[in-house]
């Protein structure tokens, strides 16, 4: 099992920058990927973007050049810095780890409870 501390959100005006944090914890659970993931008001939820152990990253399209996913491999500690903030990036922002669980080889993910970033004048 793995527990999440997710932290950062907030309103924010257009053009603004927000910082997320997530802190995973919990034992017999390596994990090899952390991402940020969003839901929109009505939408499904997206990709916003990926980091693997190695440091190799992944974005949406719609948060390149605007967005940074970083983490704190020691600490299991992953950050999401958003520039250039826009109203369409409202949404609820969770964090999210993909890994093995060691008791059984199998592949698992877990997901946390969310932030709301709301993005408006």
């Known amino acids: 099992q793995v527990h999440f501390v997710e932290s950062g959100g907030g309103l924010v005006q257009p053009g603004g920058s927000l910082r997320l944090s997530c802190t995973a914890s919990g034992s017999g659970f390596n994990i090899y990927e952390m991402g940020w993931y969003r839901q929109r008001p009505g939408k499904q939820r997206e990709l916003v973007g990926t980091?693997?152990?190695?440091?190799?990253?992944n974005y949406a399209d719609s948060v390149k050049g605007r967005f940074t996913v970083s983490r704190d491999n020691a600490k299991n500690k992953l950050y999401l810095q958003m520039n250039s903030l826009k109203p369409a990036d409202t949404a609820v922002y969770s964090c999210?780890?993909?890994?093995?669980?060691?008791?059984?080889?199998?592949?698992?993910?877990?997901w946390g409870q969310g932030t709301q970033v709301t993005v408006s004048s």
């Open positions: 980091i693997t152990s190695g440091g190799s990253t």
């Open positions: 999210n780890v993909k890994g093995v669980v060691v008791s059984t080889a199998r592949l698992a993910e877990y």
